[in-house]
């Protein structure tokens, strides 16, 4: 009696669908950063050296926010196993992915969890921080917080990716967009000034770094 073969419902994972998830991990920087600075320099009362980007989820139009955190984080959790499949068998080729779909899950939670008004922006709101936070601005420092360490340590993966491959350039790229986002927040955190500017360019940096390595892999698809 010969035993009877039960196909699985896996999909290949053929070169094009690893080229469509890489793609979603290149565009995925770029589209959150777009729309961050767009709405940065065009919402009222927004000042990007006094208020962060994650502030823009706030006021009538904070849907637009948060729907760039939840579609960037998608975008980014899809092209972490494109990354997975794309560095199989390279030295960080196990982290790399499994820290950038942190990354986006961390991205996508902080597009849920908003965080509070503060320091004039929404306009009409007070000056200075609220007097107690909301749960869900905790939520929202938690899953950054989660997020921006993910990031810091897929940066630094990839340095040692790429100098064990030989390529010194892109290693001391990598470490440097991971020291960025180190250096930015802290700075934030440490109550420096204008610390949400140096967060954003921080995050920004690494986060571009990311997606630049995936559409670099994806040529090779």
């Known amino acids: 009696m010969t035993?009877?073969?039960i196909p699985t419902a896996t999909a290949p994972a053929t070169p094009a669908t690893t080229r469509a998830l890489l793609t979603c991990a290149a565009v995925a920087a770029p589209l959150w950063s777009i729309v961050s600075l767009s709405q940065a320099a065009t919402r009222e009362g927004f000042d990007l050296t006094r208020h962060p980007l994650s502030a823009l989820s706030n006021g009538s139009l904070g849907w637009l926010q948060i729907a760039n955190f939840l579609v960037a984080g998608l975008l980014t959790v899809a092209g972490?196993?494109?990354l997975r499949?794309?560095?199989?068998g390279t030295p960080g080729g196990t982290w790399t992915p499994r820290l950038v779909l942190v990354n986006g899950l961390g991205m996508m939670a902080a597009g849920v969890f908003v965080m509070d008004a503060a320091d004039g922006f929404p306009a009409g709101t007070p000056d200075g921080m609220p007097a107690t936070l909301t749960w869900h601005s905790y939520g929202?420092?938690?899953a950054g917080s989660i997020a921006f360490i993910a990031l810091i340590a897929a940066c630094y993966v990839l340095g040692r990716h790429f100098a064990r491959a030989g390529n010194r350039g892109l290693a001391v790229a990598s470490r440097v967009?991971?020291?960025a986002l180190l250096v930015g927040d802290g700075?934030?955190?440490s109550g420096g000034a204008a610390g949400s500017?140096?967060?954003a360019v921080g995050a920004i940096t690494?986060?571009?770094?990311?997606?630049?390595?995936a559409a670099r892999y994806r040529r090779g698809f």
């Not at 499949?85 to 199989?88: G, I, K, Q, V």
């Not at 690494?206 to 390595?213: D, I, K, Q, R, T």
């Open 187 to 189: 700075w934030s955190m």
């Open 3 to 5: 035993a009877i073969q």
């Open 140 to 142: 929202h420092m938690a």
């Open 177 to 179: 967009a991971g020291t």
């Open 197 to 199: 500017l140096t967060l």
């Open 206 to 213: 690494a986060m571009l770094w990311v997606s630049w390595v």
């Open 80 to 82: 972490a196993t494109g």
């Open 85 to 88: 499949r794309a560095m199989r």
